[in-house]
Every structure is written in structure tokens, then in C-alpha cells.
């Protein structure tokens, strides 16, 4: 009743080809943006800013890097904390090294190495595929964080790789407060959402969906593969530079090489999974599942403890924590494999016959 | 000169070890297409359910025969519960499904026996050889020695329960070609099932020689990354691939560790077999021994 496009006419190409046609998504999407950047500054406190919304922002900006790599253009890759390491180094260095470098700036160009490096990693794929080209990637996980302990340069000859995010100043206006480095994220996050929505949606986005579906093809009706390979490879990695910077800036602070190992790579591919692949809203589902997901179980345990008043030692709690959670992801490949992004457009579906099925 | 003999022969002797882990990919892969990332897992498992029942005072081989009984009951259940549901679903999906796979087995494996990292020892001393020390002065451990006869049996007996056996047959048939074994009246479940705990009983002895080698920890489960540049340079359907693909990597990697590793501050062995391993497939992308890849549009 309320979910319904009838009437809904379209008088001109503009207004046929937007992003979301229907005025009921229209409108939640606004209240979604209305509330993300103004409600919840304004009730949110100190640990949800910095314990859940700002690394949920920053990973589904990773996973939405992942996503375009893998779910758009077919190409599996377990190299993505690799990238948000470079971001994060180079992002650092930048601002180290260059005089009044602007944070923004200095995203971009931690961005940019992280596409160079994607670029450079992303060219086995020109000839590898499938899980082959999967595993060709950990080369470049184990590759990066190697060079990172071993080139001091990066890490300006800090003690292990250890280092500590500048301060934060856009056009004069200091970032320090929690508050403050969500409302950041959650603006770059959401621009290069968009971006990456509209990209999907062009002639390069295409181009990748047609090398996913089938490369051969792809090549006979007239698609670069090198070049659109490449590029696939060179914009994933540039989110996921991004994000790497982000999650170094506004989550962690300090940085050492150790938070970017393959464990983050599988998180990130997770949540792709679990959300969708080859969808943008599946990236920020999958994101929050999984960030979120361990948090819940924490606050269960700990609820679990103080309701029958024994004390479970750390171990075992970790270890049936892990239980679950690889449990739970089985389960959902089992009975969702295209993910939540699947679901809720199952819920769409029936939402616009309600409440009249038939 | 006899350096380099010992350089290159410790290399292909650690590559013998690394065999060993992928030999458990390849017989899954082969069999149901599951790139089963929880292999490393399983041999940890194995691995310390062994240790930890031979620690409370069991008998080596009642302990062996208990484990190899476990692993074949974990074989069938991941099969009856993760892969039968999973059936026809794409590749990366049933990889993701191993990784979460891989959490379960880990937290179950350190949930029954603790998390404490423990030592095996089988009673060969990895020691150098004495006389070959002596006569040529090249020392040659001889628990790598004595593990390179373990996979050596191992792939023997492999290689005989895959061409004698009619379960063996019957395991190549599906490997070939699922629908034509189904069509002549091959249960490919049962197989899948078969293949789950033949490859449990690898990890089974994959486990207990890196336990001897490095000590029964978490750490362990970091032997599949090990086995991985071995598996696509070797190709992920061949057991031959995996044998020779881990020699290649082992002599590689040890010689790259020595000759070049000074150069570029040492610790390459990270990465190092992944290059070789992608220098390979630049040249053949489905690995040496892999199935040629032919593209059909």
C-alpha cells in the first residue's frame, strides 16, 4: 500500500535513468542521510561513535572496494588489507612529508598508491583466473605487509612499523572528537558510495559485469579486457586505500603493520558474501552484520555470565565466540548465498503487493 | 659447493612437508571442486587431539587409531553438514564456507583440549646425518629425511587406493566427471563423504609430522598458506602437481632465503614461494599439472 510505483509517471530520459526511480526509496533514502548526519551526532555517545559506527563505515568502504573488484568485475581477490595498508602508510606519509598537506589530500594520494600497487599486483589477472588468481593475491598481502616491516622510510624508522595518525584539520577546524571523525567518515563514505553507485551504472560498470559473466565474450564484442582488468583492479584499490587511511585516521590512531594481516582480508571478503556480492547496499549490510555481529555475542556472553553468576574464562568464551561466528557464516551461505542484499529485495518485492498478494 | 648441495636438498626435504598439506587440498578439490581452505585447520586438529591423548598417557597407536577415527567422523560431518547443502553453488562460495569452516575447528579444537602450545616427539631426533656430515660435510636432518619416507608412503599408498581399489576408481570417476559417475550408479554423496576423511587421515599425518617439526600450537594452521603457492603452481587436481610443486617451492624458497634474502633484509620466506609459484603460472595459469583451462563462449 505504501510501497507502490503506480502513477508514478516519467516524462523525460533524466528522470527514467536516477539512481532510485521510485519516490518511496527516494524518501528513505533522504531520511536515511537525514538521520545518519543529524540525528545520530545528536543522540549517539562517545563508545558508538568510536567502537561501532566509524570502523562499520570504514569497512563497508572496504568491502564496497572488494565488491566492485570481485562482485562487478569477477576478479577474486584476498589482497584487500594489503591495500588498506598502503593507504593508510602512504596517507601518513604524506602528511608527514609534504608541508600543509590537507587530510583530504592526503587520503587521495594514499588512494592513488593504493590503486598503483592494485595496478601492479592487478596484472597476473591478465592471465590468471578464478582461484588461482585468489591465491596470486596473497602474494601481494604477505608481499606488502613484508615490505612494510622492512622499509623503514614508510614508517618514518618508528620502533616495529608502529604509527601514530597525525591530528586531523580541515580548513582550520580541528577533528579530535569521536563525533567529529564519524561525521567525516561517514561524508567520504557516502560520497564514494554514490560514486561508486553512478560508476556501476555506466559504460565502465558494464564493461565489468561483462568480464564477470564471461571474459571471452567480453573480449569478442569489443571490451579491453587489459584495461578494464586494470581499471577494476586500480578503483578497488583506491576504496580500499581509502579506507585503510580512514581506518588508520578515524578509528585506530595507532597503526601498526600487524592490524592489516590476512585476518582483516577474509573479514572484508566476508561481509561481501554475507551482504551480497555485486551489490552496493550488500557491502554496508554485510559491513554492519559483521562488525556488529561479534559485539552482540560479546554482550550475550557477558549476559549469559551475569545472569547464571559463573565466571567462563576468557578462552572459552573466544573459542565458542569463534564457533558461532564461523558457524552462523555457514549457515547463511546455506540458506541466503546471494546475501542480505538478496533478502531485502525479496522484502521490496512483497512489500509492493502487500497487503494484497494476490 | 656441497653448501649448496645442503641448501638445495633441505629445500626439497621442506618442500616433502609442504607437499603433505597440499596433497589434502588437491584430494578434495579433485574429488567434489572445493578449494578447502580448512585443511590447514584439520591438521591442526589432528594434530593436537593426537598430542593431547597421547599427553594423558595413551598408547601411541591406540591414540593414532582414536584420532584417525575423529578425523573421519569430521570428514563426513562437514560433508553432511556444510557441502551437501551447498551443493551447485559457485566456487567462492563454497571457498567462504571452508574459511568459516575454518572457525569452527579451530575454537573447537582449542575449546576440548586447551590452547596451549604442546611438543611431539616420535623419536627421531632432528639431528643431521652423522656419516653424510662427516664424509661430504653436508648436513641433511634426519627427520627431514624421515618425513619425506612418510609422504612418500603416503602418496604410494594413495596412488595404490586410487588405482586398485574399487573405491578408488569409483573416487576418479567422480573427480573426472560428476553426472557420468552419478549416471553409472556411482553415490556421490557416499564419495564426498569418502574423500572428506581420506583427506582427514592426510592432515592426520600432515599434522603429526609439523607437530614434531615446530611443536603442536596455533600456528599450525598457518601450514596451508604454506601449501597454497605449492597447490596452483602444482595445479589444484593433480597429486603429482602437489608433490612436485612443493619440491620446486622448498628448493626456491631455501636458496631464495639464502643467495638473496642477505640483500633485501631476509625474512622473504613470506612471500617468496608465492612469486615463484606466480613466475610459474605466467607461463601455465592452471599450474603445471593442472587441467588445461579451455574457455567456451
Not at chain 1, 84 to 100: Q, T
Not at chain 1, 201 to 227: C, L
Not at chain 2, 131 to 138: A, T
Amino acid at each position: 500500500m505504501l510501497y507502490r510505483e503506480a502513477g508514478q509517471f516519467k516524462s523525460t530520459y533524466a528522470a527514467d535513468q536516477q539512481i532510485f526511480p521510485i519516490l518511496q526509496d527516494r524518501i528513505a533514502m533522504l531520511a536515511l542521510l537525514v538521520i545518519a548526519f543529524v540525528v545520530v551526532p545528536l543522540i549517539g555517545n562517545q563508545y558508538w561513535f568510536s567502537a561501532i559506527l566509524t570502523p562499520f563505515l570504514v569497512l563497508s568502504l572496504a568491502a564496497l572496494g572488494l565488491n566492485i573488484l570481485t562482485g562487478y568485475a569477477g576478479q577474486l581477490s584476498l589482497g584487500t588489507a594489503a591495500f588498506m595498508a598502503v593507504g593508510a602508510f602512504m596517507a601518513y606519509n604524506a602528511v608527514l612529508r609534504i608541508p600543509h598537506m590537507p587530510i583530504l589530500g592526503a587520503f587521495a594520494i594514499g588512494g592513488l598508491c593504493a590503486a598503483a600497487v592494485g595496478i601492479a599486483f592487478g596484472l597476473p589477472s591478465l592471465r590468471i583466473k578464478g582461484l588461482y588468481l585468489a591465491v596470486a593475491t596473497l602474494a601481494c598481502q604477505f608481499f606488502v605487509l613484508w615490505a612494510i616491516n622492512r622499509i623503514g622510510w614508510l614508517s618514518n624508522y618508528s620502533s616495529s612499523g608502529v604509527i601514530t595518525a597525525q591530528r586531523i584539520e580541515i580548513l582550520g577546524y580541528p577533528i579530535e572528537h569521536a563525533r567529529d571523525k564519524y561525521l567525516l567518515t561517514l561524508a567520504i563514505v557516502a560520497l564514494m558510495a554514490l560514486a561508486a553507485k553512478n560508476l556501476m551504472r555506466s559504460e565502465t560498470g558494464r564493461a565489468f559485469m561483462a568480464i564477470r559473466d564471461m571474459d571471452v565474450a567480453a573480449s569478442v564484442i569489443g571490451i579491453p579486457m587489459m584495461k578494464t582488468k586494470l581499471l577494476a583492479f586500480a578503483i578497488s584499490s583506491f576504496y580500499c586505500g581509502v579506507a585503510g587511511a580512514l581506518y588508520a585516521y578515524c578509528y585506530l590512531g595507532t597503526v601498526e603493520p600487524e592490524a592489516f594481516t590476512l585476518d582483516l582480508s577474509f573479514r572484508v571478503l566476508f561481509m561481501i558474501i554475507i551482504g551480497g556480492v555485486g551489490s552496493i547496499l550488500g557491502s554496508f549490510l554485510g559491513a554492519a552484520f559483521i562488525t556488529l555481529f561479534p559485539i552482540f555475542l560479546n554482550v550475550v556472553s557477558r549476559a549469559i555470565e551475569a545472569t547464571l553468576g559463573i565466571e567462563m574464562s576468557h578462552a572459552v568464551v573466544s573459542n565458542t565466540e569463534a564457533i558461532i561466528f564461523g558457524g552462523l557464516i555457514i549457515f547463511f551461505l546455506i540458506v541466503e548465498p546471494n546475501g542480505l542484499a538478496r533478502l531485502w529485495q525479496i522484502a521490496k518485492e512483497k512489500l509492493r503487493l502487500w497487503p494484497f498478494p494476490h | 659447493m656441497s653448501f649448496f648441495i645442503e641448501v638445495v636438498v633441505g629445500g626439497l626435504l621442506a618442500g616433502v612437508m609442504y607437499s603433505l598439506v597440499a596433497l589434502g587440498f588437491v584430494l578434495i578439490y579433485k574429488a567434489s571442486g572445493v578449494f578447502n581452505f580448512a585443511q590447514g585447520s584439520l591438521v591442526f586438529f589432528a594434530a593436537l587431539t593426537f598430542v593431547s591423548l597421547t599427553e594423558r598417557g595413551w598408547n601411541f597407536w591406540l591414540a593414532l587409531l582414536v584420532t584417525l577415527i575423529a578425523m573421519i567422523l569430521v570428514g563426513i560431518a562437514i560433508e553432511r553438514t556444510v557441502l551437501r547443502p551447498l551443493v551447485n553453488q559457485p566456487p567462492i562460495t563454497l571457498l567462504m564456507a571452508t574459511i568459516g569452516l575454518t572457525f569452527v575447528l579451530e575454537g573447537a579444537s582449542q575449546l576440548m583440549w586447551g590452547s596451549q602450545p604442546h611438543g611431539l616427539e616420535l623419536g627421531i631426533p632432528d639431528v643431521p646425518i652423522e656419516w653424510l656430515s662427516q664424509k661430504w660435510n653436508i648436513n641433511i636432518s634426519q627427520f627431514d629425511l624421515f618425513g619425506a619416507f612418510v609422504a612418500g608412503v603416503l602418496v604410494a599408498v594413495l596412488a595404490l587406493f586410487f588405482q586398485k581399489t574399487r573405491i578408488g576408481r569409483a573416487l576418479r570417476a567422480v573427480a573426472d566427471d560428476h553426472q557420468a559417475a552419478l549416471a553409472v550408479g556411482i553415490p556421490l554423496q557416499h564419495i564426498w563423504a569418502i574423500v572428506w576423511a581420506v583427506a582427514g587421515f592426510v592432515a592426520l599425518v600432515a599434522g603429526v609430522m609439523w607437530g614434531v617439526r615446530n611443536g603442536v600450537q596455533y600456528a599450525l594452521t598457518f601450514t596451508a598458506l604454506k601449501a597454497l603457492p605449492v597447490l596452483i603452481l602444482g595445479g589444484f587436481e593433480s597429486i603429482a602437481g602437489a608433490i612436485v610443486g612443493g619440491l620446486i617451492i622448498g628448493a626456491g624458497e631455501k636458496l631464495a632465503e639464502v643467495y638473496l634474502g642477505p640483500y633485501v633484509g631476509g625474512g622473504i620466506e613470506s612471500w617468496f614461494a608465492y612469486v615463484i609459484a606466480l613466475l610459474f603460472l605466467l607461463v601455465r595459469p592452471e599450474g603445471l599439472f593442472g587441467e588445461k583451462i579451455i574457455d567456451r563462449v
